[in-house]
């Protein structure tokens, strides 16, 4: 069981970096593979889009910020140590 979270989490977070490392100001693209808003595990400043504090990708000033969200795999949010599927 551990062995899949593990493995899950190391797939969304590949996946997350590659489509974070095209972001630019404004709201990220949407990807074109099934998606959901994962809040609460983006990495400072790896944010996918607005919340109530920012208004842009890329512009989230802390770490496992419960309103600031990255795109996910459809199906893997909920898999992922902190992942919420609505913001705090």
């Not at 899949?4 to 190391?10: E, L, Q, S, Y």
């Not at 898999?79 to 913001?87: A, L, S, T, Y």
């Given at each position: ?10 797939i ?25 808003k ?16 920012h ?16 795109y996910v795999?459809?199906?893997?949010c ?11």
């Open positions: 069981m551990k062995a899949r979270i593990v493995t899950a989490t190391t969304a977070g590949a996946i997350t970096l590659a489509l974070l490392s095209s972001a630019k100001a404004g709201p990220a693209a949407v990807p074109d593979f099934k998606n959901e994962c809040y609460g595990i983006a990495q400072a400043g790896k944010n996918d889009c607005q919340t109530a504090t208004s842009c990708a890329g512009s989230s000033t802390k770490a496992g910020d419960p309103a600031s969200w990255i795999p459809a199906g893997t909920s898999k992922i140590v902190g992942g919420m599927m609505q913001p705090m």
